[in-house]
């Protein structure tokens, strides 16, 4: 396997167009210089929203200004950083723009803190006398609903130009999980060196040499578990104290109530998936066992393939036709929007230096959709490109029909789209072959995304539900506590079939989710909605399809919940739940009754 390349040494057509924000640095350091200019379209207007309409619709009209340029200017920046985190110069430019944008908000915090200040009933009147303001209802509606939870004007100032402090243990983390984590080569079971990072050989079929990976990855997160501990737990203590100055009953109250969804439904999720799910992923370990003539089955055994054999190399070219063909069903208006990022260069697949691990999709305003995954050459990666470019088709459609502050859906529903995409595709490659192999093989490849979703992330999402439980009661959360958590978790979930190891404790270490609120979980969520509309669509066709669309183009102008009812999926309810873990099961079934033949 080749070494790892540095970015400069990466073919450009593996790499995205950063150009298409900012033809260069120049061209950014204008636009960075100017944001403070409109954010004093927005300030000048402070002290004046008691004296009509329309200077409210002037501060929301400079403040959707602002957000769609200076979004351009930090993904300028963030972009470059992901993809070579090891460039100081990215780092700087990265820090600049965050620095600017966290005193701009500061400044600019006025405006939702004299809005609700205002008498009882006048931003209802705002909203009779200024048409302009119908734009930004949806806005003004969430302001008034989280008027309950603020603190005073000078506090919520304070809070917003520390918004970049308070974020700081994710960027930690980050830097730290980036460029500090370093890997020596591991050797596989012929003896051949391998050069090894963060993402791979975890799924690779020579025994020795994802065992070799898997230790060698144990041993350096080893060195950084009390460091990731502190940063986690203090990221922990921050959303604790937040949810009690704002008189929420708890940090995951809180963070719901930024999802909009309530606790008996982030309760569902987790317990009916992690319940229910259970026995059947039991049965898939133990066939993985004996397929793969195992002794004993590791953790780092969950991921590796049961037919090694199969996973012929596919082109970039060849998986793009894939997932456009199995995007078709969703209409001309959609396929274009995937055909041009499969195309024109919104993709960066490179598997550089310094590059962030882990695939994800950055919608710039008014440019296009920044996809990061990492290449392999295995039809795997038809899933990903889908799951990625559904993030990207949703932010283009929402974008495209709303403003910019009503086009992203709360992040209960996020990851709805991509998980669509991922089915869909699949589904499309199983409806288009005979061959039993391939088909087994597709199946597996389908019960890998709910290994991502319903059982990686959504344990991660279980050890976050039991770290806010300690954390509420005033208990200090450190590694060792998180290494006891997340054995506990992974242990009560596969019942005794995967061994347990000092390694697999130390799981909880690899994701920057954690840092994002109540982000794992919702994976689970958004693959409930995906299985329900993604079965529907291949029943019904295109009805079902256009209806899905209507969906996207909604955007964040209706709650999550009104979304999954616009799709034709009740997520106040057990059912969708309980249906998909039925899916997961019967395809599992599937997989087992393969290999008796």
Known sequence: MAQQLKRSEVPIEQTWNINDIFANKEEWEKELANLPNLAENIIKNKGKLDQGAKYLLE??????N????????ISY?????????????FQFMAGRAMSIMSELMAQTSFVQNEALALPEGTLENYLKEEEGLQEYRFTIQKWIEHKPYMLSAETEMVLASLSQVL????ETYERSRTNDLKFDSVLDSEGNAHPMSLARHGAAADLELRRNAYAELTKQLRRYNHTYGNTWGTETKKNVIMAKLRGYPSAIDMLLHQQEVNIDIYNNIHDVILTELAPHW??????????????KMLYCDIEAPLDPEYTAPVTYEEVSDMVLNGLTVLGDEYSEIMRKGLTERWIDRADNIGKRTGAFCNTVPGVHPYISLTWTAEM??????AHELGHGGQGVLAQRYNKLTNSRPTMFFIEAPSTINELLVANYILD??????TKRWLVMQLLMTYHHNFVRHLIEGEVQRRTYALAEKGQPINASILNRIQGEILDEFYGGEVVIDEGSKQVWMRQAHYYRGLYPY???AGLTVGTAVARRIQAEGAPAAAQWIEVLKAGGTKKPLELCQMAGVDMTSKQPIQEAVAYVGSLVDFVIDSYKK
């Open 59 to 64: 501060c929301l009209e400079g403040a959707e």
């Open 432 to 437: 288009n072959t005979e061959d039993t192999r």
């Open 522 to 524: 919702s994976y689970a």
């Open 167 to 170: 974020g700081s243990m994710g």
């Open 380 to 385: 795997r990666n038809a899933l990903t490109i």
């Open 66 to 73: 602002l957000q769609t340029r200076a979004r351009k200017v």
């Open 77 to 89: 920046a963030s972009l470059q950083l992901s993809s070579d985190g090891t460039n100081q110069e």
């Open 282 to 295: 039991r049965r898939y370990a133990q066939l993985r066992k004996e397929v793969l003539n195992l002794d």
